[in-house]
């Protein structure tokens, strides 16, 4: 897409947001997702907190390049992971 670091960041947050909103809805829906399971949902946003900030301070730091090579990694370490399920069903 040839984005700056800040643009890719911005357009990959507003369409997890958007996604996620929509799958939260479906799972209320249709009752897998439980009060309890959202309060465990909740808890569970104090880490990515921490994560999100360890996230900019490194956006940062990184040059441009840089950047876009360690996304790339982690992206290609999400799809190996994805087949590596998808291929020994685990």
Not at 7 to 22: D, H, K, P, Y
Request: glycine fraction near 8%.
């Amino acid at each position: 897409l040839n984005l700056g670091r800040d643009e890719f960041v911005r357009a990959v947050g507003l369409s997890l947001f958007i996604a996620s909103t929509f799958w939260i809805a479906a799972l209320y829906k249709t009752g897998i997702l439980t009060f309890d399971d959202s309060i465990l949902s909740l808890a569970a946003m104090i880490p990515t907190g921490f994560g999100f900030a360890i996230g900019l301070w490194c956006r940062h730091r990184l040059p441009q390049e840089r950047f876009r090579i360690w996304v790339l990694i982690a992206l290609l370490l999400t799809a190996m992971n994805l087949l590596r399920k998808g291929l020994f069903l685990q």
